[in-house]
């Protein structure tokens, strides 16, 4: 059964439809830029855009991810400023999206512009608990940072 989330179309001047999967195997939905005039990311350049949504996740074992698209990160270099973007469950603000152009060309988002994507992942949240010494030992105990792969 899937999960209802409250959201709140913020911009119906520029659009009024719901967020919708593609397929039925989709993991996220689109978000569209709801900017009224095209925008020029030159290269190097950061912006945060408004997506004209609100939700309310709601239900603290879920969160929300905002993640490029995988089109527009490869073939343009459109990719979000901050890698990720976190909802928490409670959060009820617009989602804004932070994007960058690592390309070496400018980028022109346009109004409605499928720019970013909306998945709703489950969330664990740990009991931590401070010791001196863990329980269990392992092989690996402090290698990081591609230790397991120069072997």
Known sequence: MKPTIELKL??????????EYGTSGSAGVDLRAAIETPLVLEPG???LL?????IHIGQESMAGMILPRSGLGH?????????????DSDY???LMVSCWNR????????????????VIVPVIQANFVAVDE???TTVRQ????GHTGTR
């Open 103 to 118: 390309s070496n060309a400018p980028i022109e988002i346009t109004p409605l512009m499928r720019f970013a994507q909306l």
């Open 92 to 94: 009820q603000g617009e």
């Open 134 to 136: 863990f329980t269990d």
């Open 75 to 87: 073939k343009k270099g459109l990719i979000l400023g901050n890698s990720v973007g976190l909802i």
């Open 50 to 54: 408004p997506t004209g949504i609100a």
């Open 142 to 145: 402090q290698g990081g940072f």
């Open 10 to 19: 913020l911009r119906p001047d520029i659009f009024s439809s719901l967020p």
């Open 45 to 47: 350049q950061c912006e």
